[in-house]
């Protein structure tokens, strides 16, 4: 009787096993790997964290952000953008682009006037307060606006928004109303 009493059967079978846990390990490592590309070079998923953006983006409303996009454009007026303040801070700003760079902006009488033009804003909830002094917006820089004028945080306060600082875009139709 031999002293081994594997089979050929029974060898095969855990070299089987073997490759077939390296093959998980290698489909399980490159799903990660894929993961995080996506989210940070791609596309990444948001909350709304405030009524800034009211009524567009309801407080609580989960987004999606194409970040790919202004890889290849810049953002254009009426964009709703993700975005941080400057590079020192990690906090992210949800705003739509009213200026683009080299613009003249100024507020009067409760109204947005860009190069001494007024801009339509269907989707701005109240009027914009206090009135401004005309600013030019600089090179490769956004003023950025909350639609909520009333309650939002934005380029009125903390200034024009650098374009290196632009994460991405958010469409108002992809968005999801639900906590």
């Given at each position: 009787m ?28 490159w799903?990660i790997?894929?993961y ?8 990444s998923?948001?909350v709304?964290t ?37 590079r ?20 009067q ?20 307060h ?10 490769d ?7 909520n ?5 934005d380029s009125?306060?903390f ?12 469409k ?8």
């Amino acid at each position: 009787m031999p002293k081994n009493n594997r089979t050929f059967f029974d060898s095969r079978f855990v070299w089987t096993e073997k490759r077939r846990a390296n093959r998980l390990a290698f489909i399980l490592f490159w799903s990660i790997v894929m993961y995080y590309f996506f989210k940070v070079y791609v596309v990444s998923v948001g909350v709304v964290t405030d009524i800034s953006m009211h009524p567009t983006l309801p407080e609580g409303a989960y987004y999606m952000v194409n970040k790919y996009i202004y890889r290849f454009a810049h953002p254009e007026r009426g964009d709703i953008v993700v975005f941080q303040k400057d590079r020192y801070t990690s906090e992210e700003y949800v705003k739509r682009v009213i200026g683009l760079p080299g613009e003249t902006f100024s507020i009067q009488g409760g109204e947005i006037y860009i190069n001494g033009r007024r801009l339509d804003e269907p989707y701005a909830a109240g009027r914009s307060h206090p009135d401004s002094a005309p600013h030019t917006i600089g090179k490769d820089a956004y003023f950025v606006l909350g639609d909520n004028r009333l309650m939002s945080e934005d380029s009125r306060e903390f200034g024009d928004v650098l374009f290196t600082n632009i994460m991405g875009k958010i469409k108002p139709d992809q968005f999801f109303p639900f906590r």
